[in-house]
């Protein structure tokens, strides 16, 4: 595949220096506008607070970009009819020339094209409830098994089975690592009843970590950074907006890739905003974390 690498963004890369990828699925069909154009400019801000360099990533008119800018995430954060792109839609999406906007597969994918090792993002796909009858599993888990790229995210939402996630997670060989917490935090709470495979409370030690494994064997790291406390949301009210969600989809007859998509428009209308909020935090509090772990890579890999 044939990238366009932001100057700055490969000069970083080149350099060795702490560089954070971003995803765009997040923008076109994860928030509304105008504030999805809003935080994709405020992560980037923040990772560069932290002395890294963001590099959102997306297809615009068949070309893959890695590191946006401003216009293109205005773009982007408006225009009708993004494609939703992950592994599958790639080739569809350059020849006809189309603008996509990519998963956390799909970013991972060109993230490690170009040698990003970090990626930033709000929660990550990953088995769907009932789905050892759907075979719905994002295609996040496969690329999170093979590509060297650590993913910080706040867990998974709970409009998937996180039993499931984690077993198939464990079967792909990836380590799930929660930052300064043993459970694994389920997107808009801080914790679930599941526990993480392993816990660390620095940036430092994961970029250890992170270094340790891939000097051995290839693979994926999920960091699972919890939602702050002050903006989590409570666990009984969006249980139950969630399940609803879930039970409209499946009256419905949602399927296939309009699935997350739709769960999450639903989850933001039921909880009346009160979920953007919470999503804009957490995507905050990961920008932040990637950014640090990005700079102690800096100096581990040498
Ligand atoms: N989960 C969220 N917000 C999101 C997504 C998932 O809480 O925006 C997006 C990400 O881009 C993720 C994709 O990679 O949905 C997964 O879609 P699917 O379940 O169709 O694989
Ligand atoms: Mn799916």
Redesign the pocket.
């Known amino acids: 595949m044939k990238l366009e690498i932001k100057k700055e963004v490969l000069k970083a890369i080149n350099e060795g220096k702490g560089v954070v990828a971003l995803?765009s699925?997040?923008i076109s069909?994860?928030m509304p506008y105008p504030e999805n154009y809003a935080m994709a400019q405020k992560v980037e801000k923040i990772i560069r607070d932290e002395g890294a360099i963001p590099a959102t990533i997306a297809i615009i008119n068949g070309v893959i970009k890695v590191g946006l800018d401003n216009d293109e995430l205005l773009y982007l954060s408006q225009a009708p009819n993004v494609l939703k792109v992950?592994k599958r839609d790639f080739g569809y999406c350059v020849s006809k020339k189309l603008t996509g906007a990519t998963?956390?597969?799909g970013t991972m994918i060109v993230a490690n094209l170009a040698g990003i090792k970090v990626f930033a993002?709000?929660?990550?796909?990953g088995v769907?409830r009932n789905g050892e009858n759907t075979f719905d599993i994002?295609?996040?888990l496969e690329e999170l098994a093979s590509l060297n790229v650590a993913v910080v995210c706040a867990g998974?939402?709970s409009i998937l089975d996180l039993g499931l996630t984690l077993e198939y997670l464990e079967t792909k060989g990836v380590e799930v690592i929660g930052y300064k917490t043993s459970k694994l935090p389920a997107?808009f709470t801080k914790s679930s009843e599941f526990n993480v495979t392993h816990r660390l409370d620095s940036a430092k030690e994961v970029a250890a970590l992170l270094d340790a494994k891939w000097k051995l064997i290839d693979g994926g790291v999920v960091v699972a950074n919890p939602i702050p406390e002050k903006d989590s949301l409570d666990e009984k009210m969006i249980n139950k907006i969630i399940n609803d969600a879930l039970v409209e989809a499946a009256e419905k007859g949602i399927s296939g890739?309009e699935?997350?998509?739709f769960l999450?428009a639903k989850v933001k209308e039921l909880t009346e905003g009160k979920s953007l909020e919470a999503n804009l935090a957490l995507v905050y509090n990961n920008a932040k974390v990637a950014a640090q772990i990005a700079k102690e890579l800096e100096s581990v890999s040498k």
Do not use: M, N, Q, Y
């Open positions: 995803e699925t997040i069909h994860g992950s998963t956390v597969s993002t709000g929660g990550i796909g769907h994002s295609r996040d998974a939402k997107f890739k699935t997350t998509p999450l």
